[in-house]
C-alpha cells in the first residue's frame, strides 16, 4: 500500500497562476485534511474533509479552495497564486475520528514544495 | 483553538544520552497527545499517543503526561544520532470534529 500520495512533489509558479495539489490515499481513510509548513510556524490545518461529500475551513483557509472527490482524493486549489503561498503543503488522512484514540492517527504524504515568484 | 507550546531547540545532547522534549498545553480539559517525528525534508510520522496521566512506554521512547501541570513530554533514551529530527507534539481539540493542534516543533541534535 502507498498510504497518501501527493503530486506533484515541486512545483514553482509565478505569482497570479493557478494550480492544483493532488492527494489520494488508500487506507480506506474516512477524513483527509491539508497542512501547510513554514519555518517556526509548525503545521497550520488549511482545510479539512471529515467524510466523503463535506469540507470545512482549517486554520488558514484564505487563498485556498479544496474538492473531496470522492473517499480516496482530496485536492486543494490554488486560484491566483501569491508568494505568501510559498510554503511546504502536506496532505493527511486518518480513519475517522472519534472517541477510540487511534483513528485519529493522522497519516501524511511526502509533501509538495511549492515556490511562488 | 487549543495552544501547544514548544521550544524550538535545538537540543543538543551526548550519543547514548536521555533526550527530553516538552510540551505545554492551554487547554486543561485536552485528553489526549501525540507524538511526531518529522527528519529533514521529510513528512511528520507518529511515535506515539497518550491520553492518560504517568508513563506510556514504547522501545527507546516514553511519552509522559501530567495535566495537572498541562504539560507532555517525550524521553528517548539510548539517544542515537538516527534520532536527530524536529519532534512535534500535537493535541486532539474536540469542537465538534475532532482534529490534531500542533505545536511548532522541538529539534534534537544527537552527536556521536
Known amino acids: 500500500n502507498a498510504g497518501v500520495t501527493q503530486t506533484p512533489k515541486f512545483q514553482v509558479l509565478k505569482t497570479g497562476q493557478s494550480m492544483t495539489l493532488q492527494c489520494a490515499q488508500d487506507?480506506?481513510?474516512?477524513?483527509m485534511y491539508w497542512y501547510r509548513q513554514d519555518p517556526g510556524m509548525g503545521l497550520r490545518l488549511i482545510y479539512y474533509?471529515?467524510?466523503?461529500?463535506?469540507?470545512d475551513k482549517g486554520e488558514v483557509p484564505n487563498g485556498y479552495n479544496v474538492s473531496r472527490l470522492n473517499k480516496r482524493e482530496f485536492s486543494l486549489r490554488l486560484e491566483s497564486a501569491a508568494p505568501s503561498q510559498t510554503s511546504v503543503y502536506f496532505c493527511?488522512?486518518?480513519?475517522?475520528?472519534?472517541?477510540?484514540?487511534?483513528?485519529?492517527?493522522?497519516?501524511f504524504g511526502a509533501g509538495t514544495r511549492l515556490s511562488v515568484l | 483553538q487549543k495552544e501547544v507550546e514548544q521550544n524550538s531547540g535545538p537540543l543538543s545532547v551526548p550519543e547514548g544520552a536521555i533526550a527530553s522534549l516538552n510540551c505545554t498545553y492551554s487547554?486543561?480539559?485536552?485528553?489526549?497527545f501525540f507524538w511526531y517525528r518529522q527528519y529533514s525534508g521529510k513528512s511528520p510520522e507518529l511515535i506515539m499517543f497518550?491520553?492518560?496521566?504517568g508513563d506510556k512506554e514504547d522501545g527507546r521512547f516514553t511519552a509522559q503526561l501530567n495535566k495537572a501541570s498541562q504539560y507532555v513530554s517525550l524521553l528517548i533514551r539510548d539517544s542515537q544520532p538516527s534520532d536527530s529530527a524536529t519532534y512535534l507534539c500535537?493535541?486532539?481539540?474536540?469542537?465538534?470534529?475532532?482534529?490534531?493542534?500542533f505545536g511548532t516543533g522541538t529539534r534534537l541534535l544527537v552527536s556521536p
Open positions: 487506507m480506506n481513510h474516512n477524513s
Open positions: 487547554d486543561r480539559g485536552s485528553q489526549s
Open positions: 500535537a493535541v486532539l481539540e474536540d469542537t465538534g470534529f475532532q482534529k490534531l493542534v
Open positions: 493527511a488522512s486518518s480513519e475517522a475520528p472519534g472517541s477510540f484514540l487511534a483513528k485519529n492517527i493522522q497519516y
Open positions: 497518550i491520553y492518560s496521566n
Open positions: 474533509s471529515a467524510s466523503e461529500g463535506t469540507t
